[in-house]
């Protein structure tokens, strides 16, 4: 009878079930953090930083994909984990 009970307790995964994500999975670097931008305009632009990159860092790829030239008029505008808005323009300091 235990016998019977030890068969029936086994996992069924792993025996030709097929799910969603059996394909390969990428690894996620720990020192990357993954960026959403959202315009104005309401368009995203996902970027992806090192986690001890600046907010300059993350304008200045956002302005590369904008093909900006005049970056003086632009900001970004953040939130923080305790809901507290940020802004920092766009002043380039050697």
Known sequence: MSR???FLSRRRTG??????HDGPVPAKKKNVITCTVILLDGTDYTVDLKKKAYGGD???QIFYQLDLIEKDYFGLQF???HNVNYYKNYIKEN
Do not use: C, S
């Open 4 to 6: 019977f009970f030890r």
């Open 15 to 20: 025996r030709g079930i097929k799910t969603e």
């Open 58 to 60: 993350l304008m200045e």
């Open 79 to 81: 939130t923080d984990h």
